[in-house]
């Protein structure tokens, strides 16, 4: 049972123009929402988060936005860059779901930015 | 500052038998996690240790995997028996371990590649 899905296994975008990354999860108890960066060989790097309280946050490029209702956050990358070009993870918690000390991780989006 | 170190970077090993992975975390962080990530799949947490609290295991996938932080630094990741199924990346993270993990920034390691024949 994946709780946090990431449909798009891929994603390419030219420079300059703006990346959104899409994440939907299923439990109703995750109020916290990460966002992690993964080049190859490397272990994910911890890019910006939200709380279930906000439903947007953003940091320099990097704007986060959060649809309660509809489960679902995004990323956007705006203006996208080629050093962007990783592997991005959306991940949840949930100090209520029973294992506070558990991040759940969707399967990844790998974003290409071109020149 | 040093990052979290994981060892060795690679290792291939024949199906039952046991292997070891290592994992060094930052020094000063309370919280260790070891996850591990399969071809096509997120990260799967296995278990975390947070100071002299007992760990949380509720990821392990099987009696076959165990884990153990010595002196609240050092861990290291024991799959007795290997299968096939458990070629994998396993990465370690760590975290200062000052509030509900959940919130806390996870700092990786770069992973061990295993590869079960």
């Known amino acids: 049972d994946q709780q946090v899905k990431q449909n798009s296994p891929s994603l390419s975008v030219q420079e300059g123009r703006i990346s959104i990354l899409n994440c939907d999860y299923t439990?109703?108890?995750?109020?916290?929402f990460l966002w992690y960066k993964k080049y190859p060989a490397e272990g994910p790097t911890f890019l910006i988060s939200?709380?279930?309280?906000?439903d947007k946050n953003e940091d320099g490029r990097f704007t986060v936005f959060l649809n309660k209702s509809a489960k679902h956050l995004s990323l956007h990358i705006v203006p996208s860059q080629p050093g962007d070009s990783a592997v991005y993870f959306c991940?949840?918690?949930?100090?209520?779901?029973?294992?506070?000390?558990?991040?759940?991780f969707g399967t990844g989006t790998r974003l290409q930015v071109t020149l | 500052g040093a990052g979290v170190s994981q060892s060795p970077s690679n290792k291939v090993t024949e199906k039952g038998k046991d292997v070891e992975l290592r994992c060094d975390p930052i020094?000063?962080?309370?919280?260790l996690y070891w996850y591990r990530q399969s071809l096509g799949q997120g990260l799967e947490f296995l278990i975390y240790?947070?100071?002299?609290?007992?760990?949380?295991k509720s990821g392990l996938p099987s009696d076959r995997f165990s884990a153990e932080r010595t002196g609240g630094s050092v861990s290291t990741l024991t799959i007795q028996r290997t299968q096939q199924e458990d070629s994998a990346v396993y990465l370690c993270?760590?975290?200062?371990?000052?509030?509900?993990?959940?919130?806390?920034?996870?700092?990786f390691g770069p992973g061990t590649r295993l590869l079960v024949l």
């Open positions: 993270a760590s975290s200062l371990g000052d509030r509900w993990a959940g919130k806390e920034t996870q700092y």
């Open positions: 439990n109703s108890m995750f109020d916290y």
């Open positions: 939200i709380s279930s309280i906000k």
């Open positions: 991940a949840a918690s949930g100090f209520y779901t029973g294992t506070a000390s558990k991040l759940t």
């Open positions: 020094s000063g962080h309370t919280a």
């Open positions: 240790f947070q100071g002299n609290s007992a760990p949380d």
